[in-house]
């Protein structure tokens, strides 16, 4: 049956490719063309747009499609009080490497707030009669990457003192979210789902991490971030292992990390990646807590090729020898553009799969 609390049997990620519109409105900010109040203006009606449009296609849920911000990360860590620098070259996906920003702590981690994208929320909140969405990094995205080389060792020799700080950041940043209203958060964690890599764990350790405990700390992490929220506010978490331009930079089953995603991290659901055989099968879901939902990604965003019915319908069937198909959803694998730049579909296209989620979960659980 469907459900009335997220998540919901037809649900999405989050990030939606950004409008030629938007992107024109932003080169020209870049510029100094137009003010920051101009550059807001279209994207508020933007945003605006695509709520109808999420709403229209049936979701109980919308969000603003990470209309406001560059990166699904830097952006928000930018707001916890990181600063900008460039980094001597950007992150290797399959055959691409990003943009060279990034995110650093030189200084004392010293939240304050409030965040900027809670304006970003009660905005979304406003203008829809849907569940507003959140989304936001995990923050392992304030280590995981480029690791020591973005924390201040002169102001934290201690990594740990580095983590409590960064956890206390979050949990007040979260804070400010649920007073706000919001009670349907998403933390994205590619760092967690990127250590199911073998290769990825390797670099870890040449580095000089422990990537045990680096699954370990990511997940109390995550933990100190949410703690004393609301009873209603619902927290999931997406794991995804890349998604920039369509490409990707891991691959490996959840197995991996299976016990502390399960048994560690205090969330209500999980947003799995697995519309190909990089994220393995399904036999991880049999650790799935009664209680917890599993949100199968099933539905590829890299691509504007559109799955069949018999095909997810099959691949829920499969799932579901490993845990109720109660506790199961369907959702993309991923956003439509994690970053600005977008993954290689039409607008199109993404809408076909998200009328598609619709459609599919409907016929799966009524």
């Keep these: 049956m469907q459900r009335q609390t ?7 990620v989050g990030s939606l490719l950004r409008p030629p519109a938007l992107k024109a409105a932003r080169e020209q900010r870049a510029k100094g063309a137009i003010t920051a109040a101009q550059l807001k203006e279209v994207e508020d009606r933007e945003i605006a747009r695509v709520v109808k449009k999420q709403e229209e296609l049936g979701l109980r849920l919308v ?22 620098y460039i980094m001597d070259q950007g992150v290797q996906f399959a055959g691409v490497t990003t943009r060279p920003e990034a995110a650093r702590f030189a200084n004392k981690i010293d939240y304050a707030g409030p965040h900027p994208m809670v304006e970003h929320f009660k905005f979304l909140a406003a203008h829809t009669k849907a569940t507003p969405k959140m989304t936001i990094p995990a923050p392992s995205a304030a280590y995981g990457r480029p690791g020591r080389k973005q924390v201040g060792i002169g102001v934290y020799p201690d990594l740990d003192l580095f983590f409590a700080d960064l956890g206390r950041a979050y949990n007040k940043a979260i804070r400010e979210f649920a007073a706000a209203g919001c009670r349907y958060l998403q933390l994205d964690e590619v760092m967690l789902a990127m250590l199911c890599d073998p290769a990825y764990r390797r670099q870890m350790a040449d580095r000089g991490d422990d990537p045990e405990k680096l699954a370990t700390t990511y997940a109390d992490l995550i933990n100190t ?14 794991l995804c292992r890349g998604n920039y331009r369509s490409t990707f930079m891991g691959a490996g089953a959840y197995d991996t990390v299976e016990d502390v995603l399960f048994d560690r991290i205090k969330i209500n659901g999980y947003f799995m990646e697995y519309d190909t055989a990089r994220a393995g099968g399904f036999e991880p879901l049999r650790k799935l807590p009664k209680g917890k ?5 099933l539905v590829t965003t890299k ?22 198909l109660d506790q199961l959803c369907l ?3 991923c956003g439509f553009a994690s970053t600005e730049e977008g993954n290689t579909l039409t607008e199109d296209e993404q809408w076909a ?9 409907a016929d799966v659980w009524g």
């Design 6 to 12: 997220p998540p919901y049997r037809a649900d999405h």
């Design 63 to 84: 969000t603003d499609g990470e209309f406001r911000r560059s990166w699904w990360h830097l952006d928000f860590l930018w707001g916890l009080g990181a600063e900008r």
């Design 225 to 238: 971030a949410i703690a004393g929220l609301p009873a209603d506010m619902v927290v999931t978490m997406h």
């Design 293 to 297: 939902l599993a949100v199968l990604g």
């Design 303 to 324: 691509s504007g090729t559109l799955e069949t019915k018999d095909t997810i319908k099959r691949r829920i069937d499969e799932a579901a020898k490993f845990t109720s």
């Design 331 to 333: 959702s993309g694998q």
């Design 353 to 361: 799969k998200l009328g598609f989620i619709v459609e599919t979960a």
